[in-house]
């Protein structure tokens, strides 16, 4: 049995996975059709899929108790990934996609930033070397 922290390592690595293959599908995807019209298809995808996962699971009647604060943050982050799954798309469109992806991660730098800022999460070493790493690499692909 994974304790929490397995868990979420685990977690985080099928996100990866889907993650990449999802840039793969999304740059054949957009070859010959608007990245607008492409990323409404996609959202359509979504939205149908995690509802019947949500049905699925019969968690609808937890929809009653999230809260104005969550519901306030939850749509700021809906908008949010709309804007990015926007420009990502275009980006895509036009871009190589071992290009476009990485330098989209670099994301993680802006993460570290407000996750210190306004999450007031500890600002590690191991941390610090990490996002420095990242950030350095991203660095070396776009040059």
Do not use: C, H
């Not at 809906?78 to 330098?103: C, D, E, H, I, N």
């Amino acid at each position: 049995m994974l304790n929490n922290e397995e868990n979420g390592l685990f977690f985080a690595l099928l996100s990866a996975f889907f993650a990449a293959l999802t840039t793969i599908f999304a740059k054949v995807g957009v070859e010959a059709i608007n990245p607008n019209l492409a990323t409404a298809i996609r959202t359509v995808v979504i939205l149908v899929m995690i509802w019947g996962w949500v049905l699925a699971k019969g968690q609808l009647d937890a929809l009653l108790t999230v809260t104005l604060k969550t519901l306030t943050f939850l749509v700021l982050s809906g908008l949010s990934t709309g804007f990015s799954w926007l420009f990502y798309f275009r980006a895509l469109q036009v871009g190589k996609a071992s290009l476009v992806a990485p330098l989209d991660k670099s994301s993680l730098i802006l993460v570290l930033i407000f996750s210190v800022l306004f999450l007031k999460e500890p600002l590690t070493l191991k941390v610090i070397l990490g996002n420095v790493l990242i950030l350095i690499g991203t660095f070396v692909l776009i040059r």
